[in-house]
């Protein structure tokens, strides 16, 4: 007897349900994979468990969609406290001074 092919065992699982599911999935993840051009993942899983002369086939899938907008890393600066801040609150801040007359050597 030939063995029955892998997509006919998708396609016949729970009258079809698992192969729409999977399909579905698939489409997902192209879409968000296109959209922001990151990698993705939809992985299957088959467990079989014999019982007596039958085999029981369970599935499951894991789909992860690549994140839709990527945040880069920010850098602060810790405090005794565990706080977080812009400017590293170990050191002085520099005075500022702005000199809002004219310069005499600026050209104008």
């Known amino acids: ?14 009258n079809g349900q698992l192969h729409e599911k999977l399909s579905d999935e698939l ?5 968000r994979c296109v ?17 007596k002369d039958q085999v029981k086939l369970s599935a499951t899938s894991t789909l992860k969609l ?6 880069g890393d920010a850098v602060f600066f810790p405090d005794e406290d565990g706080g977080l801040h812009r ?6 801040e ?10 005499k050597d600026t050209v104008q």
């Open 1 to 14: 007897m030939a063995m029955k092919p892998f997509a006919d065992v998708i396609r016949d699982y729970r």
């Open 27 to 31: 489409a997902q993840m192209i879409r």
């Open 35 to 51: 959209a922001v051009q990151r990698p993705g993942e939809l992985t299957i899983k088959f467990k079989v468990k014999i019982d």
């Open 66 to 71: 690549p994140a839709e907008v990527e945040v």
């Open 87 to 92: 400017s590293d609150p170990r050191q002085g």
């Open 94 to 103: 520099l005075p500022i001074v702005r000199d809002t007359a004219k310069r």
